[in-house]
T-cell receptor
Framework: AQSVTQLGSHVSVSEGALVLLRCNYSSSVPPYLFWYVQYPNQGLQLLLK??????LVKGINGFEAEFKKSETSFHLTKPSAHMSDAAEYFC????????????FGAGTRLAVHP | ETGVTQTPRHLVMGMTNKKSLKCEQHLGHNAMYWYKQSAKKPLELMFV???????ENNSVPSRFSPECPNSSHLFLHLHTLQPEDSALYLC??????????????FGEGSRLTVL
């Protein structure tokens, strides 16, 4: 069965520092991969997605992620954190074919301090 | 109206009440989903409707009853809930498979508290 693992339930960075949120997937077939962000008391908003085109994917708010098949990873990065990036981030995977059933990781809460 | 709209945003109910959550999407999608988000637990997929047919029911207790009268509307009927059912219930929509890349579009959620 497909699964998604996010290493680190909490990550704390200084404003202006690099953000790195880790995601690994378990699948014999490279899936479609997604990063979502959730601000307090809101739903999930798509940050970016990988759909087997370019392995380096750029998303909104300056985030990007790189698909590495050999490492079964899809880590999310941002060169310089902003206070407004504080939120919870979810990695998700979907197997090609079938309806759009997404399997989510447990989430990583990002704190940004001055 | 745009995107996915959920009402009510907040709901408090007793264990013997009957209430419903409503979801409406204005994106022309034909698949809709209910997810449960509890504190310190991963998002749990509850139900999936594709072309108004239920295609997935992830062992959800019968006190949760979904209804999809058309491709734009999805309901979650609630009755005799337990305190552990308190959570954020998220509705999402998407296109169906084929040319779709699979992302879900989420509403802002309905925060349910069961007393």
């Amino acid at each position: 069965a497909q699964s998604v693992t996010q290493l680190g339930s909490h990550v704390s960075v200084s404003e202006g520092a690099l953000v790195l949120l880790r995601c690994n997937y378990s699948s014999s077939v490279p899936p479609y991969l997604f990063w979502y962000v959730q601000y307090p008391n809101q739903g999930l908003q798509l940050l970016l997605k990988y759909t087997s085109a370019a392995t380096l994917v750029k998303g909104i708010n300056g985030f990007e992620a790189e698909f590495k098949k050999s490492e079964t990873s899809f880590h999310l990065t941002k060169p310089s954190a902003h206070m407004s990036d504080a939120a919870e981030y979810f990695c998700a995977a979907r197997s090609p074919g079938g309806y759009n059933k997404l399997i989510f990781g447990a989430g990583t809460r990002l704190a940004v301090h001055p | 109206e745009t995107g996915v709209t959920q009402t009510p945003r907040h709901l408090v109910m007793g264990m013997t009440n009957k209430k419903s959550l409503k979801c409406e999407q204005h994106l022309g999608h034909n698949a809709m989903y209910w997810y449960k988000q509890s504190a310190k637990k991963p998002l749990e997929l509850m139900f999936v409707y594709s072309l108004e047919e239920r295609v997935e029911n992830n062992s959800v207790p019968s006190r949760f009853s979904p209804e999809c009268p058309n491709s734009s509307h999805l309901f979650l009927h609630l009755h005799t809930l337990q305190p552990e059912d308190s959570a954020l219930y998220l509705c999402a929509s998407s296109g169906t498979s084929g040319s779709e890349t699979g992302e879900l579009f989420f509403g802002e959620g309905s925060r349910l508290t069961v007393l």
